[in-house]
C-alpha cells in the first residue's frame, strides 16, 4: 500500500511540476558541460574569494548580471556599451537578445529614463523583455550611468 502511495504521489507531484511549466533538468549533460566550458573564467573575485558570477546558467536559464559603463560619456552611451556587453555574454552561454524574459535597468540617475529608453528600444526584438527600472540610491558601482542585468531562456 505505501508504494502505491509513493507512485501516486510521484504521478501527482510530476503532474504539478509540468503544470506549473518546470523541467527537470539532468545534471552532467554534454549540452551542461559545454556551456560551463564557455562561462569559465566569469566569477569575481575579491580578495581570493568567489564573490559573484557574471553569467549563470541553470535549468534553461541564463541569469547575466549587472553590466555598466565605466567610462566618461552620457546615457546613449553607456546604454549602448551595456547592451552590447549583454548580447555578448548571452550568445557566448548559448542565448540572444529575443531570448531576454526579464531585465533590470538600474540608473545613476532618473532624469535619463527617456534617453536610455532610446537605446533600449528594439534591442530585443519584437517582443521585449518585461522589465523593472529604477534610479539607484547613491549611484551605480563604478560611475556608470546605467546598469543593466537580465534572465534569458537558452536557444
Given at each position: 500500500m505505501k508504494t502505491n502511495r509513493r507512485s501516486a504521489f510521484k504521478k501527482l507531484a510530476a503532474g504539478f511540476v509540468g503544470v506549473l511549466g518546470f523541467t527537470a533538468v539532468k545534471a552532467g549533460t554534454d549540452e551542461t558541460n559545454m556551456l560551463e566550458e564557455n562561462l569559465e573564467g566569469n566569477v569575481v573575485m575579491d580578495q581570493?574569494?568567489?564573490?559573484?558570477?557574471?553569467?549563470?546558467?541553470?535549468?534553461?536559464?541564463?541569469?547575466?548580471?549587472?553590466?555598466?559603463?565605466?567610462?566618461?560619456?552620457?546615457?546613449?552611451?553607456?546604454?549602448?556599451?551595456?547592451?552590447?556587453?549583454?548580447?555578448?555574454?548571452?550568445?557566448?552561454?548559448?542565448?540572444?537578445?529575443?531570448?531576454?524574459?526579464?531585465?533590470?535597468?538600474?540608473?545613476?540617475?532618473?532624469?535619463?529614463?527617456?534617453?536610455?529608453?532610446?537605446?533600449?528600444k528594439g534591442k530585443f526584438g519584437k517582443t521585449p523583455p518585461v522589465r523593472t527600472t529604477i534610479a539607484a540610491a547613491g549611484g551605480i558601482p563604478g560611475d556608470s550611468l546605467v546598469e543593466i542585468d537580465c534572465i534569458a531562456m537558452l536557444k
Open positions: 581570493d574569494i568567489p564573490l559573484f558570477s557574471s553569467v549563470r546558467v541553470h535549468g534553461g536559464l541564463v541569469y547575466i548580471s549587472g553590466r555598466g559603463a565605466h567610462f566618461d560619456g552620457d546615457i546613449t552611451s553607456h546604454t549602448k556599451h551595456v547592451l552590447d556587453e549583454i548580447k555578448e555574454a548571452l550568445e557566448k552561454a548559448g542565448s540572444s537578445m529575443e531570448h531576454v524574459l526579464k531585465a533590470n535597468v538600474y540608473l545613476n540617475d532618473l532624469k535619463d529614463y527617456k534617453g536610455m529608453n532610446e537605446v533600449f
